[in-house]
């Protein structure tokens, strides 16, 4: 369910499986459409979803919008959904996430359900300024959150309180070094599969640079990253690619603290499908069909992924030549959107194969997706400088995709 990139590059993968993969796409002209068999209609339809799923064996999603009701009315009517709606809800609705966080003993930052100014206020006054307010659902990208540095701030957020939802989620601000990723895959039979703990750089609230695994991570944080993404899996009974956004918090409690989850491959994912044994997108169609997960070994010392938006260049396939020629090394990925200036159009992969060789790696990758968003004809040392976020923190930092 879903046309989107994900849906796109889930179709190889289950290609080289022998497994048909059929779509519902959002418009005839949605990136998956060009490379599985798919259906126009409405994922907000029950009637549509139920005409899609009829004669298929397994349902797995694209993103997390599927309103949760038309989930378990399918599921009641015997679908095979993975991940089921119980699962799911955790990934759709921020409040359960954080709730799920607490229960399980994982390292939530402060917050709390908030439904009036007032109660905004309240926190803001108990746990210091600034604090972030969120939409439990639906953002995405740095959309649906803001960050309120002051009291004044707060009461200007009214309108906010006429979303239509019932609460909302404000959180502490948090003192973090920088962003983590950590992945891990879980069958239906429960076994579990994880993916190095990765470093996330945000760019105006859209992932932009991933490093994995992530330079410098302390050994210990790494190992109770993995096991709070493997505690989540098991404890919410997701079937899937899991991934859970991080920040890295030196020196208080495990190293880190959770941010989000989704319960399908990630931006985040995307290194490992040049940079792993077995890519998340191969790995999610395993997971879901129950069948063996797959080795999550990197292939070198680090890979770095870059994604590429669109820019000055709306002809990104002439640029193509010019890319591959200034770095034969860099893998591009291009997901068959129109060119929009701030969209995510496509991803470069380069796997550098000793730690020595990881300024390179990231150059390249820059470089190449440099060339293609910009048009730029430039050789191996146009790419623009990306240097590891530190603690700078606002709305799109706070909130990723």
Not at 56 to 67: A, G, L, Q, R, Y
Not at 201 to 207: A, E, K, L, N, R
Not at 231 to 239: H, K, M, N, P, Q
Not at 300 to 308: H, L, Q
Request: proline share 7%; charged share 20%.
């Amino acid at each position: 369910m879903g046309g989107g990139q994900l849906a796109r590059m889930m179709a190889p993968a289950a290609t080289a499986l022998g497994v048909r993969l059929r779509v519902l796409a959002e418009g005839p002209d949605v990136s998956a459409t060009t490379a599985a068999p798919s259906t126009v209609g409405d994922y907000r339809d029950l009637e549509a979803l139920k005409a899609f799923v009829a004669g298929v064996d397994v349902v797995t999603f694209d993103h997390e919008h599927v309103p949760p009701e038309h989930l378990r009315a399918l599921k009641e009517a015997g679908v095979n959904l993975q991940p089921g709606p119980d699962a799911l809800q955790y990934a759709q609705d921020k409040l359960l996430m954080r709730q799920a966080c607490d229960r399980l003993g994982l390292p939530n930052p402060a917050w709390a359900a908030v439904t009036s100014v007032a109660d905004l206020l309240d926190f803001g006054d108990r746990t210091g300024w600034p604090v972030v307010l969120k939409t439990p659902r639906g953002g995405y990208d740095g959309k649906g959150v803001r960050v309120l540095r002051s009291p004044e701030a707060a009461e200007s957020c009214g309108d906010w309180f006429e979303l239509g939802f019932e609460a909302l989620l404000v959180e502490e601000m948090v003192d973090f070094s920088r962003e983590l990723s950590s992945q891990v895959a879980r069958n239906p039979s429960g076994a579990t599969a994880s993916y190095p703990v990765a470093e996330s750089v945000q760019t105006d609230g859209v992932c932009d640079v991933v490093t994995a695994p992530a330079p410098g991570l302390d050994p210990g944080t790494a190992r109770a990253a993995e096991e709070a993404a493997v505690a989540l899996a098991e404890g919410l009974g997701v079937t899937g690619m899991l991934a859970v956004e991080l920040f890295e918090t030196p020196g208080v409690g495990p190293g880190f603290m959770v941010n989000e989850l989704a319960m399908r491959p990630h931006n985040s994912g995307h290194w490992s499908m040049d940079g792993a044994v077995t890519g998340q997108f191969e790995q999610h169609v395993r997971a879901v069909l129950d069948l063996p997960l797959g080795s999550t070994a990197p292939l070198g010392a680090y890979t770095v992924m870059k994604n590429y938006l669109g820019g000055a260049n709306e002809d990104l396939y002439a640029a193509f030549p010019t890319a591959m020629t200034a770095f034969p090394e860099a893998k591009i990925h291009a997901y068959g959107k129109s060119v929009r200036p701030g969209r995510k159009i496509g991803h470069v992969n380069v796997t550098a194969a000793t730690p020595e060789d990881l300024a390179s790696a990231r150059a390249a990758a820059e470089g190449a997706a440099a060339i293609i968003s910009e048009g730029l004809h430039a050789g191996p040392d146009s790419g623009p400088g990306t240097d590891t976020q530190t603690g700078s923190q606002d709305a799109d930092q706070q909130e990723q995709s």
